[in-house]
C-alpha cells in the first residue's frame, strides 16, 4: 500500500511538472508570435479596415514571385556583385512590414521589407534595410 502511494504521488509530481513545462511553452509560444500578421490582432485590424483581401499568405507568394521574375534582384543589392540570389524565407510581421531570408547557396543575408496593397489588391515591396553575414 505504500509502495502505490508512493508510485501515485510521483505520478502526480511528474503530471504538475508537465503541466508547468506546458504553460512556460505557451507563454513562450504567443511571446515569440507576437510580431506576426497572423496572431496581431491590431494589424488584422487595420487590414479589415481598410477593405484589402490581403493575406500573409498572399504577401508571401507576392515575395517569392519575384525570384522567378527577377524582380527581387532590387530588394536585394548584392545581386549586382554577380551570383543569383534568391529569397528563402519570409516572415510578415505587421500590415506593413515584413523581413526575409535570401541566399545565393554560399552567402546568406537578411531583408527588412516594407509592402503596400493598392486598390486592386496588387502588392509592391520597398527594401528599407538589408545585411550579410559575414561568415562562410
Not at 107 to 128: H, P, Q, R
Request: aromatic share 12%.
Amino acid at each position: 500500500m505504500l509502495d502505490q502511494q508512493r508510485r501515485l504521488e510521483n505520478k502526480q509530481e511528474r503530471i504538475n511538472d508537465l503541466k508547468a513545462s506546458l504553460k512556460e511553452e505557451k507563454r513562450s509560444f504567443f511571446e515569440s508570435t507576437y510580431f506576426s500578421l497572423e496572431t496581431n490582432s491590431n494589424s488584422i485590424k487595420e487590414l479589415d479596415l481598410t477593405k484589402l483581401n490581403i493575406d500573409s499568405k498572399t504577401i508571401k507568394e507576392a515575395l517569392l514571385e519575384t525570384n522567378k521574375s527577377g524582380t527581387n534582384q532590387n530588394l536585394i543589392p548584392y545581386s549586382k556583385k554577380g551570383g543569383k540570389f534568391l529569397i528563402n524565407k519570409i516572415h510578415v510581421i505587421n500590415q506593413k512590414w515584413l523581413i526575409a531570408d535570401f541566399s545565393d547557396g554560399t552567402n546568406w543575408g537578411e531583408l527588412f521589407i516594407e509592402f503596400s496593397v493598392n486598390d486592386k489588391n496588387e502588392i509592391s515591396f520597398k527594401l528599407l534595410d538589408h545585411f550579410m553575414y559575414s561568415f562562410k
